[in-house]
């Protein structure tokens, strides 16, 4: 059974940096590409990075600067880095597995000014 299980949100101050993760379970995490979304409120859920199996990177142009996905197959995570942060990036951060369309929980960030 697919299961993505993410953790490292929390409350930060605008300028701080956070790193995401999300644990893959239940498929060959290698084969896949894998993507980060995130939802604020009021709002509709966005594309913020992906990784191809192969580590081909992608992150929206408005966050290039700032944000970093990587993955590690031995351990099947796929990691966002957030460095400094905005207040417009509190949101709900989901990770996503494409190709199934499958759905972590998702994990707080909320950014203070």
């Known amino acids: 059974q697919v299961e993505l299980v993410e953790s490292g949100g929390g409350l930060v101050q605008a300028g701080g940096s956070l790193r995401l993760s999300c644990v893959a379970s239940?498929?060959?995490?290698?084969?896949?590409?894998m993507r980060w979304y995130r939802q604020a409120p009021g709002k509709e859920r966005e594309l913020v990075a992906a990784?191809?199996?192969?580590?081909?990177?992608f992150v929206v142009a408005s966050e290039r600067d700032r944000f970093i996905i990587s993955r590690d197959n031995a351990q099947n995570t796929v990691d966002l880095q957030m460095n400094n942060l905005k207040p417009e990036d509190t949101a709900v951060y989901s990770c996503?597995?494409?190709?199934?369309?499958?759905w972590g929980q998702g994990t707080q960030v909320t950014v203070s000014s």
């Open positions: 239940g498929f060959t995490f290698s084969r896949d590409t």
């Open positions: 990784i191809a199996s192969a580590g081909d990177t």
């Open positions: 996503n597995l494409p190709r199934l369309g499958y």
